[in-house]
């Protein structure tokens, strides 16, 4: 079956990467399948029709004339359309290729927010699949695919995530107090109205699914995934409950329900949680494994800041457990503190370490509901950075939530003036300048600290940073050219989603 090409554009995860078409006219275009690959040698293996997703890593160092090459054999296997990554391997579509699509009337489209590939494809199959079944089988195999979640045990976000893929939209799941329980996960636009629906469980309400998106398509989703997710709920009842009175405290303060001092103090002291007068508290946010709910893992998080920090008091906000505690008035403390529980609590739940967000230290029980919403952010700028685990507080991100929202072509431009040419040689040579330069910006220019974290000689690590000064025309002694340098690796995080650290060699990002 082939499917017009403006409709593969349309779809959620193809919006969500802002793709953008760069030459070639997209009318006319017809689609059998989209495939990713990185093999230079593509254009031999493809049937026709295809969509090829390329992050460009197969071109990396070849000459114009093999890019020309390339194009040239996409177009004799009749491929439909190549989609190019932009940001991680190339900052912009190479103009030999350029010439060539234009000269063989092959579209080329430019990718300029990272989506998983993977995303694109399995969009494209169920779209397939709605076209092929028909409004009746579509709806049985919507049916079919939602239950499938459930009877997994793959979780509530996998489940808002096959909802969100039918719907084409987002997916998120409100309690009764109209507070975020969970959302999906997977790439989706932002699309105008929002389709409500209750979510009845046998004990009655418990919540409502909420779509991102309006219409009777989306309707027709939200109707049977409400029902799915009342399934899930039902294997995980502490979802459905009534808020605790220091879940409800929670609730409001990330609501900003909770005006000035004495109001939160009074609502802090009525759920059993006392701030003597002078006393600063920070707010930790903890992420975790998101097939178990967060309010499965709350008495486990609780319990393991409780022995670390002394009382506390701890809700769910979304899939996050937020925590109030008691804190030093030191940071250095308070983070030794955090990552004693977040230890205890990583041996206790026998799981890997989770990613832990904490705000600042404050006196002031009126700044809590902002201490609460930056303790999520930090959670948010670590997942955007490729920062997976760890404790981090909120200065630790300042840079990234400084950067977060700047547009995502002048982080592109900013990337490639400071490090395009180091990307550049490793790319070619399968080289770790890159995370050597990390490295040392992370070791705070300590050579010995920097060579020990690479696991290599400090003499090695010395060659390596004057070949880094020779191919980017800087001084690594220059204040300046270090804060150029250090902006750039985190805009290329941002970016990218990559983590330096993960030397170009040895990277394998799943696509």
């Not at 060659?463 to 150029?484: F, K, N, Y």
């Amino acid at each position: 079956m082939l499917v017009p090409l403006e409709e593969v554009l349309a779809l959620p995860s193809f919006r969500a990467a802002s793709a953008r078409v760069v030459t070639g006219e997209p009318d006319p275009v017809l689609v059998r399948w989209v495939h990713s690959s990185e093999v230079y040698e593509m254009g031999t293996l493809l049937a026709g029709g295809e969509v090829l997703l390329s992050t460009g890593l197969g071109l990396h160092g070849r000459s114009a004339e093999q890019l020309g090459s390339y194009v040239e054999q996409l177009a004799d296997a009749g491929c439909a359309a190549l989609a190019l990554e932009l940001g991680r391997s190339l900052f912009a579509v190479p103009e030999a290729m350029l010439e060539a699509a234009r000269r063989r009337g092959l579209v080329v489209l430019a990718l300029t927010s990272v989506v998983p590939f993977e995303r694109m494809v399995e969009d494209f199959h169920s779209l397939l699949l709605r076209r092929e079944l028909g409004a009746a089988g579509s709806d049985e195999a919507l049916w079919r695919d939602l239950l499938a979640v459930v009877v997994a045990g793959q979780g509530l976000r996998a489940l808002l995530d096959a909802a969100a893929r039918a719907a084409g939209c987002q997916a998120e799941l409100l309690d009764l107090e109209g507070q975020v329980v969970e959302r999906s996960g997977i790439s989706a636009p932002t699309c105008a109205g929002t389709t409500a629906t209750e979510v009845r469980t046998s004990s009655g309400a418990v919540g409502t699914l909420l779509l991102r998106s309006s219409g009777s398509p989306t309707a027709a989703v939200a109707e049977r995934a409400a029902v799915a997710v009342a399934l899930e709920l039902g294997r995980h009842p502490a979802l459905g409950q009534r808020p605790s009175l220091g879940q409800a405290v929670v609730t409001d303060l990330a609501a900003g329900n909770l005006v000035g001092a004495p109001e939160v103090l009074r609502r802090l002291q009525e759920a059993g949680w006392r701030l003597p007068d002078g006393q600063a508290a920070a707010v930790v946010a903890v992420e975790g494994d998101p097939r178990t709910p967060a309010a499965e893992r709350l008495p486990a998080v609780e319990q393991a800041f409780t022995a670390a920090t002394g009382p506390v008091l701890a809700g769910v906000l979304g899939a996050d457990v937020v925590v109030l505690l008691r804190a030093p008035s030191s940071a250095q403390r308070l983070r030794a503190l955090v990552e004693q529980a977040a230890a205890g609590l990583a041996e206790a739940a026998d799981e890997g370490p989770a990613l832990v967000g904490v705000s600042a230290a404050t006196s002031d029980p009126a700044a809590l509901p902002g201490a609460v919403v930056r303790a999520r952010d930090v959670l948010r700028h670590a997942r955007r950075a490729g920062i997976a685990t760890g404790v981090l507080l909120a200065r630790d991100t300042g840079l990234a939530r400084l950067l977060v929202d700047v547009e995502p072509q002048a982080l592109g431009d900013l990337v490639l003036e400071q490090l395009g040419p180091l990307i550049d040689h490793d790319r070619a040579h399968a080289a770790d300048l890159v995370r050597t330069l990390d490295a040392y910006l992370a070791a705070g220019a300590a050579k010995a600290e920097a060579a020990r974290r690479l696991g290599i000689r400090r003499q090695s690590l010395y060659a390596r940073l004057e070949r880094i000064e020779r191919l980017l025309g800087v001084d690594l002694a220059s204040a300046h050219h270090v804060a150029g340098l250090t902006v750039a690796l985190t805009a290329w995080r941002l970016r990218t989603g990559l983590d330096p650290q993960a030397a170009f060699a040895r990277s394998s990002r799943t696509r």
